[in-house]
């Protein structure tokens, strides 16, 4: 692996690098504050590093940065939404803990208009390579409004070149910003986090359309999957007259592998979720890492496609 620095150029249209291996690229643009991925022609994710705007009528303490949205499929499908309505304080693809304990403070980065805490963009640390896959690598914060920064996250962003289906590989690694023990306490949800089309949600008078489905190894229902302990979890439904969604992949070195889900019966989010399973702490010294596969895709999906990807993932990582 290669991780390196493009030096900054200073032009009309802003301060820019760039980094490309064969029909990817990958552009940094701090004037316009987000970092965005190409394959070919084709958009595929977009993060964001300085805090995006809320829509006129979301109060401002739901501002939020260090996210990625959209998401798209190969076809340009958009699977995703920031600052969905009926859940403002969700964003796209994202990371947060809810019920936490820190320097004797009850502290939610979850639900950012409670005003006890949110997450944020830290650091552009540069971009990587390994072979024909491209990457960058950020930092992000978990931070209390009380005590300041929590939680350092470091996100390695991996991006497999190939075009259908879209392959990113997300590498997180939690560790404390201070000397003092974050406390996680046993809740329905909190960590990493999908929050899918406005299309797909009933809550939106202007852009819903359908209902959104679900499939895991086990079930195809979203109310039985909640709380299930799937090894991988897709999301899909109608996007402009197709079908396209996305599938979150577990890796077996994940911190209580296979992560229980949160799944909302009505709402198109999920949420890996350990905090289900009991309370536990990140302590002193302790760095907590966590893998997960995100794959783009158009069409309906196959279990036993998604099953594949998953075992490939598994296996690539040994």
């Not at 401002?60 to 499908?77: D, E, R, V, W």
């Not at 794959?295 to 075992?311: H, M, N, R, S, T």
Request: proline share 8%; glycine share 8%.
């Amino acid at each position: 692996m290669r991780l390196f620095l493009i030096s900054v150029i200073f032009g009309i249209i802003g301060t820019t690098g760039m980094a490309t291996a064969q029909a990817l690229r990958i552009e940094h643009n701090e004037n316009r504050g987000f970092i965005e991925v190409f394959n070919g022609s084709n958009p595929v994710l977009r993060y964001h590093i300085r805090p995006l705007p809320t829509p006129g009528d979301v109060d401002s303490l739901y501002t939020a940065s260090g996210f990625i949205h959209p998401l798209y499929s190969p076809s340009g499908k958009i699977l995703t939404d920031a600052y969905p309505a009926g859940h403002s304080h969700q964003h796209a693809l994202f990371n947060a803990w809810t019920r936490t304990q820190f320097k004797n403070s009850r502290v939610d980065f979850w639900n950012a208009h409670r005003g006890e805490g949110f997450t944020e963009h830290y650091q552009f640390l540069g971009f990587m390579e390994d072979g024909p896959k491209q990457g960058f690598k950020i930092r992000r914060r978990q931070v209390s409004r009380e005590h300041g920064p929590a939680l350092i996250e470091t996100w390695d962003v991996w991006i497999d070149p190939q075009t259908d289906p879209f392959i990113i590989d997300f590498i997180i690694t939690q560790k404390l910003a201070t000397g003092v023990a974050l406390e996680v306490e046993e809740y329905h949800y909190g960590g990493f986090a999908v929050r899918g089309s406005a299309r797909w949600n009933p809550d939106d008078d202007n852009q819903y359309r359908t209902p959104f489905q679900i499939l895991s190894p086990e079930t195809d229902d979203r109310e039985a999957a909640n709380h299930t302990r799937p090894r991988w979890f897709c999301i899909y439904g109608n996007l402009e007259g197709a079908t396209a969604g996305l599938a979150v992949l577990d890796h077996h070195e994940n911190f209580r592998f296979p992560q229980p889900i949160r799944i909302h019966p009505r709402m198109p989010y999920f949420v890996m979720t350990p905090p289900v399973l009991g309370a536990f702490t990140l302590e002193p010294g302790f760095q907590l890492v966590s893998r997960y596969r995100v794959v783009l895709f158009d069409g309906e999906p196959q279990a036993p496609q998604v099953e594949q990807w998953f075992q490939d993932f598994n296996t690539a990582q040994e």
